[in-house]
């Protein structure tokens, strides 16, 4: 046998032992095959498709019925479309995208196998939170929102500083990080993936149906309202900080919680 | 320093009102191949999730080089190789990806070592023709193989492999033990199996299982020896009337089994433990005094697992 002396040991048992084999792990899955193509394709289809859609080819259509449209009509539409489909596509996007995460591998045994290792259950847990948002930052958020500035600074009419932009924009990561860490979370508790997408779908979608603003504030649920604001260059309600700063502490307390509870679980 | 590479007090294991292991009180010597025997449902997965950390004990304790199972496990777990029941890994991988990921977790370098050792860990289990094969498309023994591989590669001091030859057919069976042969050299092996004939052949020390609570646990010699039992077998022809009752009247014989059987006798003679050199020197010479019986075989009963593990799986049943 060849002599294990050769070999440098990892030494040492840090709460985050094992991450880098998980985390190469998980980054392979997003970048060494077709999976961050088809996501790029997927979101610049349809963000950017429907701005531009929005922003050259409706008024275009709008003028061939005789039909009135003025390009302020355009960059508005352009803009709810970007914006706020934005909010609940990458919402939904992160759902289907995570839900397996998890379970997937809780339900199959590759849990049981992966932390037969020296791996400590943190390092599991945060190298699917680390991989999966950087993956989803990048294609979700980072080539669709340059593309989608760049549209926007290409209209006659439009107005959109790049400080408005991203405000817009780190609204809509705001909401993405809390489905993202919310997926998380449920894929933790939950074996099976229709609680897990019954959950985040009805906070995705219930949650705005919600009449009582004093729960309302502290959720990320009326995100979708706030988010066109800033690129109409208005200015964020008062309101605004609370639901922000809310949904960020949620984000880190449903990390938190998952970490905690995946210590805890039995394989 | 003790000389148990496992060593368990009391463990136990409930799920509700289901005791899945009960009371568990057992040492794994350093070097054996220990066979964990027992039914299906007997608590061996249970045990063996127990000592890796996996799930943890209701109540006892449990140490593996010195280290606590449920305080410690971390260290534990950089020193020992597991093979769970059904190797699961992830189907996108190759062989050879699977066992460079597993090596992440245990070595950080230099790759060229690292690599030569994903290359033997390949040969010993016979799959550098398949290395670069997703897992995916693996057969159920080519999965075992790879199980076994991975399980090995931080060259354990103990390996826990979790019913290593079920799914196997007798060929893939043969190769997996022995790869078990090979590795015992280097490691401990405790491993649980439902197949007797494979504890037979390759098993130092062994310990039975049964509804969660130890039923036995020893040298398999002991054990096939009748654990402390003393047993003759006789095949005796002629009539065996007057013998049969000389034999009785021994002080040493605590009870003969007859059984007729193709015009000959067949006898069992079980002997009072501390009587066995006296059976011994005498049992044979009173057999072949009699002129009335021809002795045609003789000789000191040799158990066969099996025989051993009814008896005492049989016997557990009853005293419940």
Redesign the interface.
């Given at each position: 046998?060849?002599a294990?002396l050769?070999?440098?040991?990892?030494q040492g048992?840090s709460a985050l032992?094992?991450l880098?084999?998980l985390l190469?792990?998980e980054n392979r899955?997003w970048w060494r095959?077709r999976r961050w193509l088809v996501q790029v394709l997927i979101w610049v289809l349809l963000l950017d498709g429907l701005l531009a859609f929005a922003l050259y080819i409706l008024p275009q259509m709008a003028a061939a019925k005789d039909a009135a449209m003025t390009a302020q009509d355009a960059l508005g539409t352009g803009r709810q479309m970007f914006f706020g489909l934005g909010t609940i596509a990458l919402a939904i996007g992160a759902m289907v995208l995570l839900q397996d995460a998890i379970i997937e591998e809780k339900n199959?045994?590759?849990a049981?196998?992966v932390?037969?290792?020296?791996?400590?259950r943190t390092a599991f847990v945060l190298a699917k939170l680390l991989a999966n948002g950087l993956g989803m930052a990048v294609t979700m958020l980072l080539i669709p929102g340059a593309i989608g500035y760049a549209l926007f600074r290409s209209s006659d009419v439009s107005t959109i500083t790049l400080a408005q932009f991203l405000t817009s924009w780190g609204i809509v990561a705001l909401n993405l990080l809390f489905y993202i860490t919310l997926t998380l979370l449920l894929g933790v508790l939950l074996n099976a993936r229709p609680p897990l997408l019954g959950i985040t779908l009805g906070s995705l979608f219930g949650g705005t149906l919600v009449p009582i603003a004093a729960i309302v504030q502290f959720t990320p649920w009326k995100l979708g309202e706030l988010v066109l604001l800033p690129v109409m260059g208005m200015p964020l309600p008062p309101i605004a900080i609370t639901m922000l700063v809310s949904t960020a502490v949620w984000s880190i307390l449903f990390i938190i919680i998952a970490i905690w509870r995946f210590n805890r679980q039995?394989? | 320093m003790s000389n148990f590479v496992i060593e368990t007090t009391d463990l136990s294991k409930t799920y509700g009102n289901v005791t899945a292991l009960e009371g568990l009180s057992l040492q794994v010597p350093k070097n054996a191949i220990f066979g964990f025997l027992g039914p299906n449902g007997a608590g061996k997965t249970t045990t063996m999730k127990l000592l890796l950390g996996l799930i943890r004990p209701t109540s006892g304790r449990g140490h593996i080089f010195g280290h606590d199972i449920a305080t410690e496990n971390l260290a534990i777990r950089t020193r020992i190789g597991y093979l769970p029941q059904q190797p699961t890994f992830y189907n996108e991988m190759t062989a050879r990806e699977t066992l460079r990921f597993a090596a992440g977790f245990f070595y950080s370098g230099p790759k060229a070592q690292i690599e030569a050792r994903i290359e033997e860990t390949l040969r010993l289990v016979g799959l550098e023709d398949k290395a670069d094969r997703p897992v995916g498309g693996f057969s159920g023994g080519e999965r075992q193989r790879l199980g076994i591989a991975q399980a090995q590669i931080n060259y354990p001091d103990l390996l826990i492999l979790d019913e290593p030859a079920a799914a196997l057919d007798p060929l893939g069976r043969r190769d997996v033990l022995n790869i078990m042969e090979r590795l015992r050299a280097y490691t401990t092996i405790f491993y649980s199996t439902h197949i007797l004939d494979d504890v037979q052949q390759v098993s130092d020390t062994v310990a039975i299982l049964n509804h969660g609570r130890l039923v036995t646990q020893g040298p398999i010699d002991t054990l096939l020896n009748g654990n402390g039992r003393t047993i003759f077998s006789a095949t005796l022809r002629g009539d065996t009337h007057n013998l049969y009752q000389t034999i009785s009247r021994q002080p040493w014989v605590e009870n003969i089994t007859s059984l007729p059987q193709n015009g000959v006798t067949r006898w069992q003679i079980d002997v009072a433990g501390p009587e066995e050199t006296a059976a011994e020197n005498q049992l044979f010479r009173l057999l072949a005094q009699d002129e009335q019986v021809v002795v045609t075989a003789y000789g000191r009963k040799k158990f066969e697992l099996e025989e051993v593990f009814m008896q005492l799986v049989e016997g557990d049943n009853h005293d419940r």
């Open positions: 046998m060849t294990e050769n070999l440098q040991k990892i048992d032992r094992g880098g084999p190469r792990r899955k095959g199959s045994g590759t049981e196998w932390l037969s290792k020296p791996v400590s039995e394989f | -």
